[in-house]
């Protein structure tokens, strides 16, 4: 590992790299960096570079949350180690080049989470195949806040400069070509301001590396044209939200997709259709992980675009579980549950341990939705708040053993602490609604 290292740091000296960012995520998905001189990597792979582990249980406003290990401990420190095959030069940050370290001893690192989840499969002869789509809304300074970019409304699809004025759609893709992370292209999205950027499909730790890259990425490059990029599950009242499917096939060691069974209803074979009973079995916990934040209850509900029900149906997109068309090479599922808020590494995380559940109790799905999905006389209702879900997944212990105890608990907590600081804030509707007729 040091002669990679040596190796490594000799290659970005040539190319005129000097600072090393190492990342890693946290419990929110967030980026979380220290800047090391180009020449500090080989020590920092072989010892960590200490961070202290309260990073984890920070609130987005900067409050630590007290987790068991935490502030009862002395705010205690972590090691974080970088994996050198994630080492990528930033093209926009001239003389930068960024690295996602691993928690040493895993311990509630999102990345080691998923990084189990996959392992567990692999013993199975099973590696997860993981093709994410995100979309965001991107925001212009508006008094003292932000509206959204190019407020015309009808915009999905369009070509040219319709919905994009400023071509922010065709610099981004451009700017992040060279990244590493896989994008194919984009499109405008549904609402005003808002966007999504496809990236490639990849084994499901691959995969959430790039998704948590590309959200970063994408924020960074907004505030450096002075606006404001948010994967906030629903950042305004009178447009849609923002989701973020992911597309998971699964193959065998050799890559060949075992989801395609010509023989078997809809041309699934039973081991793709037991992955699919499992997320829907699991979905209500599931749920606290894919839709991590208060807001990300106000995407769900009756003709919102988005999932509502625990349903699956063929090429179907008001569904919650979609299959597409494609058979052979091309069979999965697409997950529709997650908004764009969740962390990446905890969203393939909890989709792999549901579908490595339903595979293993061999558990069959119900007929696939046939029509428009929102009756709700049809199927279970999702989790309708944050309580509910973290609720849920407190009482799924067959998840939670795949995902971890540490883990849980201190995601729990953090959640747990969102919710109080939420039920004490006075909104701006609440004083609309009273202030002047109480």
């Not at 292209?185 to 590396?209: C, V």
């Not at 939670?400 to 201190?410: A, C, H, I, P, W």
Request: hydrophobic share 40%.
């Amino acid at each position: 590992m040091a002669a990679q290292a040596d190796r490594v740091v000799a290659e970005l000296t040539a190319k005129g790299v000097d600072v090393v960012r190492v990342v890693f995520p946290d419990l929110m998905g967030t980026e979380r960096s220290k800047e090391l001189l180009v020449e500090q990597l080989p020590a920092a792979v072989d010892r960590g570079v200490a961070f202290c582990r309260a990073v984890y249980h920070t609130s987005p406003l900067g409050d630590t949350v007290p987790v068991p290990g935490g502030l009862d401990a002395g705010l205690p420190d972590i090691d974080i180690v970088p994996d050198l095959d994630t080492l990528a030069v930033v093209p926009w940050e001239p003389g930068v080049a960024t690295c996602i370290g691993d928690q040493r001893g895993g311990g509630e690192s999102p990345r080691a989470v998923l990084g189990r989840i996959v392992a567990g499969l692999a013993e199975s002869g099973l590696r997860p195949v993981v093709g994410p789509e995100m979309e965001y809304y991107l925001c212009v300074p508006a008094g003292a806040g932000f509206t959204p970019y190019s407020p015309e409304p009808g915009n999905v699809y369009v070509s040219g400069t319709r919905g994009d004025p400023e071509l922010h759609l065709i610099r981004t893709i451009r700017r992040l070509r060279d990244f590493g992370l896989g994008v194919l292209g984009g499109n405008h999205e549904y609402f005003p301001g808002q966007f999504e950027i496809n990236l490639a499909h990849s084994g499901a730790l691959d995969a959430a590396d790039r998704a948590f890259r590309f959200k970063a990425a994408v924020k960074d490059l907004a505030r450096r044209d002075g606006q404001l990029a948010t994967f906030m599950a629903k950042p305004f009242n009178e447009h849609g939200a923002s989701g973020f499917h992911v597309h998971v096939s699964l193959a065998d060691a050799a890559g060949s997709n075992l989801g395609a069974d010509e023989s078997s209803p809809h041309g699934m074979s039973p081991l793709l259709r037991h992955a699919l009973a499992g997320v829907l079995r699991h979905a209500p916990a599931l749920t606290a992980l894919t839709n991590p934040t208060i807001n990300s209850y106000k995407r769900f509900g009756p003709d919102t675009l988005a999932p509502w029900l625990i349903d699956w149906g063929l090429d179907n997109r008001s569904a919650m579980v979609r299959v597409p068309p494609d058979r052979g090479a091309g069979t999965r599922i697409e997950v529709r549950l997650p908004d764009a808020s969740a962390n990446p590494y905890l969203v393939n995380a909890g989709v792999l341990a549901a579908m490595r559940l339903g595979i293993e109790d061999g558990s069959e799905p119900p007929e696939p939705l046939e029509g428009y999905g929102y009756d709700a006389a049809r199927t279970a209702v999702l989790p309708m708040s944050l309580t509910a879900a973290l609720a849920a997944l407190d009482g799924d212990s067959e998840l939670q053993s795949l995902l971890g105890k540490d883990f849980v608990t201190s995601y729990s907590a953090l959640k747990r602490a969102e919710i109080a600081r939420f039920e004490q804030w006075v909104t701006d509707w609440e004083f609309r609604e009273y202030a002047y007729h109480i």
